[in-house]
């Protein structure tokens, strides 16, 4: 019976029902992006580090997670390839050119025995200074084919050659230039190691450890699973700041809308109470249209969190990447629950204690 009661009251007030659904969607939506954002990028990059090949990854002292601030002598390479067990090693400066954008140098002949080079879907290597290698996905966002001249690190580069995506980074130039472009000669931002056996490769971490002292030394698989949101500074309280913003956001929309339900059914509390039924009857029943409309807003933002992947991978296949994450489905549905009970607190207080002589004769 309250079941029907609460469906036949939010089928009469359409309008606002889809509109409480649609607020209460957007928030959890909000929160889905963002994380989703947040696992995607890290995954895509712990992906594109991993398939260069390495074992070991060297970084200089004090350096955090993504940041490239902070670079290495070029001599430190050196000592890398003169310890045992190590087949191939190359350095790479890594220079950020804007938002989860950056662009990175490479020796050509060291970084292809690492990787086994790169797979070209048009154009060739470098053969100028100037030569830029993009990969399929930033090409496509920005609609370059080789031979275009596109503006990077403020200075033109000509596009020579287009590869398969998924290799470290998005663009490439020769380390030399770069080095120069950033007036930092014999600069290095990481090392890449290939050990001539994978399953020495503990054993090597401690190695170097020992012999390159102060430097930051990991394996492939140590170093990838540091790409959280816990290890990224201020992405966590970033993330915080977004859920309160959607608990707020719910919280508002339910609030505005339980009470002008209340005003709207007035003289309707009073026919019910009227006829006997309870202040908690009455709480109950607005207690089940806010559940309905949360449960109703979170799938909605659910399958918006869909919808702004595929706007997302559209307009930004070579920057940003959402991930769908399912564990964050029962945790997104639970803070819209939480912030529309909040809303509905006080109007359904309201209505329980309303006289029903008063709400009968209100107009």
Known sequence: MINKLVLENLKHRWLRTALSILAISISVTMVLTLVGLSHGVLRDQASRTTRIGADILVRPPGSSLLSFDMAM?????????????????????????????????????????????????????????????????YADQHKLHVGDVVQVANRPWHVCGIVEPGMLARMFVQLSVLQELYSSPNKLSIIYVKLDDHGRTNAEVEAFKAVLKDYQIYSMEEYTSLFTENSVPLLKQFTVVIIALGVLVGFLFVFLSMYTAVLERTREIGILKALGASPMYVLNVLIRETLMLALAGSIVGILLSFATQWVIKTTSPGGLIQAIVPDWWPIATAIALGGSLLGAIYPGFKAARQDAIEALAYD
């Not at 804007?98 to 990787?115: K, Q, V, W």
């Open 73 to 137: 002598p070029a001599g430190v390479l050196k000592k890398v390839e003169e310890q045992p067990h190590v087949v191939s090693a190359s350095g790479v400066l890594i220079q950020g050119t804007g938002l989860f954008a950056s662009i990175t140098g490479i020796d050509l002949p060291s970084f292809n025995r690492l990787s086994g080079g790169f797979r070209f879907l048009s154009g060739r290597a470098f053969q100028k200074t100037d030569d830029l290698i993009i990969d399929q996905f």
